[in-house]
């Protein structure tokens, strides 16, 4: 299948690499809020993604919003119409609730797919909505957050294409919104808010992550734990940690994290539980300095009732409470992630100050590795620990650990391992010849299908239409790869 529009997700990698790792302040005296004055703040997000699925006209490549629209009759597909608005209204609200004087914050995750797939289904005023909240006097109320860029779930992903997602991404969104708006991505927001716990895919992840210029990623409570094996102490949870990944050869690498306290739960960002929850937190001492604790929370922006119906409800009156409270008592208020580090940054507090964390699992193998880390002695120990502890795996972890992306699902992980590993023996030693050979078609729609393949929906609703998306994906792929 001969494909007749791709997205823009490669071919300038070198450009795209220099200047996100520009490290100006993006809030610099811009930031609304003193932070002296602030008791606690909280920090939302909203996680947007719709899947391009192979079920268009004679199997062409679509946005699953558009099978929405095209098919109402099914399942929750009359939804589309509600969903399509929840991508677009955070250009009303925010706008709306600047010009009535007040500080509205909101992180904003959407996926390449989705970005996509909106342009694919010509739905410029979602696009041009969202464009505005990019521009002042909106652009410090809205963060983008960047993301991988066909929702893959790093643990399960082949280590060569967490960076690939991860640039994809950026190539994406830099085409909609421009490069002074790219510029300011500087969060990360995992897919699942699934983290690797297995050492060299944690390191490559946080590696990928840092040389794309991000300074920090949003990680789920449950996913890491202290160093020393323990939970997260119930206060660490609310200020940023450092977390840190070790590889097989012994080398560390670390990234500041914020922490999303509890589980799956949309509720708790469209009630806005996140503010009534800061209400109750107050200053933390990093260092030697005070400063404010942070409530972080992060939930799918569309998916459910609650979210469609009670958001708009509930996010409009917290920034008019907030402002009634009046600057001169400031007491709780919203910011958004870079903004909050910037401000303790600002306020004299180094990274070194952070609680230290790691993924969870990870003290159990260091631990038995001791201080001979080589490649050899981290596999022997692995081996070990999956033969005599039935509670540890090398899954990672998620805000959903009910579920797995991994069992059960071999007929769509072979094939995605099979497809990823031909597409980097085609392609990388050419491209480390030639860059330029991202900017060819042939070299762009092989690494589309690649991405596509590695969709965590596609393990995710079990077997039937949704795996056989993926054969039908492998098998594009492969088509490609051999022509």
């Given at each position: ?11 300038s990698e070198a450009e795209i690499t220099t200047l996100v790792q520009e490290q100006t302040p993006i809030y610099g005296s811009t930031s609304t809020w003193n932070i002296n004055q602030i008791s606690a703040a909280f920090a939302c997000a909203l ?140 969060g990360f927001s995992p897919p699942e808010m699934h983290l690797p716990n297995h050492p060299d895919t944690l390191y490559e992840y946080i590696k990928a992550l840092k040389d794309c210029g991000y300074r920090w990623l949003l990680v789920q409570e ?131 100050d952070y609680p230290r964390c790691q993924a969870v699992q990870q003290h159990k193998i260091w631990q038995m590795v001791g201080d001979d880390v080589t490649p050899e002695r981290v596999q022997t120990v692995l081996s070990q620990l999956k033969e ?96």
């Open positions: 299948m001969t494909l007749t529009s791709l997205p823009p997700i490669c071919g996680h947007m993604h719709q899947p391009t699925i192979p079920a268009g006209e004679n199997g062409a490549l679509i946005s699953n919003l558009h099978y929405m629209f095209d098919r109402p009759q099914e399942g929750d597909n009359h939804n589309a119409a509600p969903f399509a608005w929840c991508y677009q209204r955070m250009g009303e609200f925010i706008p709306q609730l600047v010009n009535q004087g007040s500080h509205p914050r909101i992180m904003l995750d959407y996926s390449g797919n989705l970005l996509w797939g909106l342009q694919q289904m010509g739905r410029e005023d979602i696009l041009e909505s969202l464009k505005t909240l990019t521009k002042s006097p909106y652009s410090d109320c809205v963060e983008w957050l960047g993301t991988m860029w066909s929702h893959a779930v790093v643990p399960s992903t082949p280590i060569p294409d967490i960076k690939l997602h991860i640039l994809a991404w950026q190539h994406q969104f830099r085409a909609i919104f421009g490069t002074e708006a790219l510029k300011r991505v500087k449950s996913s890491v734990e202290r160093l020393e094996g323990s939970p997260l102490h119930h206060d660490d949870k609310y200020v940023p940690n450092c977390l840190i990944a070790r590889n097989s050869q012994g080398k560390e690498i670390g990234i500041t994290a914020l922490i999303k306290t509890q589980g799956s739960d949309t509720k708790l960002v469209a009630q806005m539980q996140p503010y009534h929850e800061a209400k109750t937190r107050s200053r933390k001492t990093l260092g030697n300095l005070d400063v404010p604790s942070c409530v972080s929370q992060i939930a799918d922006g569309e998916n459910g009732g609650v979210m469609m119906n009670e958001y708009p409800r509930d996010f409009i009156p917290v920034w008019e409470e907030i402002k009634g409270n009046g600057r001169e008592k400031e007491g709780v208020v919203g910011l958004n992630g870079t903004e909050y580090l910037e401000l303790l940054e600002n306020a004299g507090v180094k990274r070194e005599t502890d039935p509670q540890f795996d090398l899954d990672g972890a998620s805000w959903t650990n009910d579920i797995s992306w991994v069992q059960g699902y071999e007929n769509v992980l072979e094939p995605m391992q099979h497809l990823s590993a031909l597409f980097h023996q085609k392609y990388d030693a050419l491209v480390e010849q030639d860059p330029t050979v991202t900017q060819k078609p042939e070299y762009q729609e092989a690494l589309l299908y690649v991405l596509l393949l590695e969709t965590s929906c596609f393990r995710y609703w079990g077997q039937g239409t949704w795996t056989d998306y993926a054969r039908i994906l492998y098998e594009r792929g492969m088509e490609r790869l051999k022509s």
